[in-house]
């Protein structure tokens, strides 16, 4: 089945210690996005790629970047977390930007 | 900006009880209108999309209804069943961009 997958689906890491989450997909779309869910919150948009076209959020922190290398993976790097940055990292796709997204499992980061 | 709304927070109902879920936009402009499932602890699921020219969609027991003149989308849910527990979100794309708003969601407790 077409899919978005997440790994790992638990991430613990140390404060300040970088940390990467993956997101791939196998639905062949042009649009990769990566958001952040706190705790009985909205989801909030960090940035997406339309096709290698990055586009950051305003209020997105420095401290997270992105890749994608190519059309089925994309990566979330958080430099130096902090532990207001625990939260459930959300990987979503969709085939152009004004269609359906199609979201992954999620991975829930924990800082120590 | 398009800011998104979901009152209220929780619903606890009977099962069997028909019932609708209530997403209201402040973008009358607005390109599409998904509804979304997410069970405790994971990402989210896909129900319903709307674009700005549907008046509704169905699948199953769901029926979502989008009004643009009035700003609210409806979800209602028929012949709730216990399954049925999970939090909603609505999420509405504004422009071209479609960069989805989601609204902080509605708990639903379909009690047995």
């Known amino acids: 089945d077409a899919m978005v997958i997440q790994n790992p689906r638990y991430q613990v890491t140390q404060f300040g210690k970088p940390v990467t989450l993956s997101c791939s997909q196998t639905?062949?779309?042009?649009?990769m996005y990566w958001y952040q869910q706190k705790s009985s919150q909205a989801p909030k948009l960090l940035f997406h790629?339309?096709?290698?076209?990055?586009?950051n959020e305003a209020d997105t922190p420095d401290n997270f970047q992105s890749r994608r290398p190519n059309t089925s993976f994309c990566f979330l790097d958080i430099r130096s977390p902090g532990l207001g940055d625990a939260a459930m990292y959300l990987c979503?796709?969709?085939?152009?930007?004004?269609?359906?997204?199609?979201f992954g499992p999620g991975t829930r980061l924990t800082v120590t | 900006k398009q800011e998104v709304t979901q009152i209220p927070a929780a619903l606890s109902v009977p099962e069997g009880e028909n019932l609708v879920l209530n997403c209201s936009f402040t973008?009358?402009?607005?390109?599409?209108l998904q509804w979304f499932r997410q069970d405790p602890g994971k990402g989210l699921t896909s129900l319903l999309l709307i674009q700005s020219s549907q008046r509704e969609q169905t699948s199953g027991r769901l029926n979502a209804s989008l009004d643009k003149s009035s700003g609210r989308s409806t979800l209602y849910i028929a012949a709730s069943q216990p399954g049925d527990s999970a939090t909603y979100l609505c999420?509405?794309?504004?422009?071209?961009?479609?960069?989805?708003?989601f609204g902080k969601g509605i708990t639903l407790s379909v009690r047995p």
């Open positions: 639905l062949n779309h042009n649009v």
């Open positions: 973008d009358s402009a607005i390109y599409n």
């Open positions: 790629y339309y096709d290698k076209d990055f586009n």
């Open positions: 999420a509405g794309a504004s422009g071209a961009n479609s960069k989805l708003t």
């Open positions: 979503a796709t969709s085939r152009e930007q004004t269609y359906e997204q199609y």
